[in-house]
């Protein structure tokens, strides 16, 4: 589904990735891990399209995608799951949602998906009327994947959904993305929590200074020396 030939990407005149290649096949749950400033947000952002690639290709089901503007890329099926998440805090969890559709122009599947997404995520149903500016941190993360969900992404962009939270509430966080990857969404995560991010994953890239160093399936990246000395302490 997602295929990146050697990615080069930064900001002005400091290049973060060099030559990133990956691929994210159909109803896979990826990892993309690495310490802070490894470039792993780049690559999100480059995939989106909000940060356009100095060189190498992006290609969403065979198409090269790294020239588009973001609202197109959206729209061919990529939903991007900041860390900042981006919610609308004065409206309510239902209105977030509705604008989480916004490419949808068929009122009765905004509506339908809607019924989906409370189904899959009940405790924003509870709270359907509540405004997303009063909501616990892993509330608020659980209604921005929900949201990028809206648009009834193929393939979801996922950036640090544990960040900064509790442990009771990264466990509800990770949950989510599960009942996701069980529903057959194809999921592309950045995540610093990189024990439970290889438990729950089917692969993972680890990228260190903008190069991807290793990848293979989560548990035996899990297994490797190196992995194990500077992203899990043992």
């Known amino acids: 589904m997602l295929e990146l030939k050697n990615l080069e990407a930064g900001y002005d ?3 973060v990735l060099w030559g990133v290649s990956l691929q994210v096949e159909r109803g896979e749950f ?3 891990v690495g310490p ?4 792993k947000s780049t690559t999100l952002r480059s995939i989106s399209g909000l940060l356009k690639p100095k060189g190498g290709e992006i290609l969403f089901n065979g198409q090269e995608i790294g020239k588009l503007p973001t609202h197109i890329i959206s729209r061919m099926g990529i939903s991007y799951v900041s860390e900042d998440l981006n919610l609308f805090t004065d409206m309510s969890v239902r209105e977030n949602l509705i604008l989480g559709a916004y490419a949808v122009k068929d009122k009765e599947t905004q509506l339908q998906t809607l019924d989906y997404i409370f189904e899959l995520f009940p405790r924003l149903a509870e709270r359907h009327n509540q405004l ?3 909501m616990s941190g892993g509330e ?11 648009s009834k992404p193929q393939l979801m962009l996922v950036d640090e959904p544990s960040l900064g939270l509790q442990p009771n509430l990264v466990y509800d966080v990770f949950t989510a993305l599960l009942k996701l990857r069980q529903q057959g969404v194809t999921i592309l995560l950045v995540e610093q929590n990189v024990n439970t991010t290889l438990e729950i994953t089917d692969r993972a890239y680890i990228l ?3 190069r991807i160093v290793m990848e293979g399936p989560s548990r035996e ?3 490797n020396d190196h992995v194990r000395n500077a992203y899990l302490g043992i």
């Open 30 to 32: 990826v990892a993309l």
């Open 208 to 210: 260190e200074q903008g």
């Open 36 to 39: 802070n400033g490894a470039g």
């Open 140 to 150: 608020r993360k659980m209604l921005a994947i929900a949201r990028g969900m809206m």
């Open 132 to 134: 997303a500016g009063t």
């Open 13 to 15: 005149f400091l290049q």
């Open 221 to 223: 990246v899990k297994e």
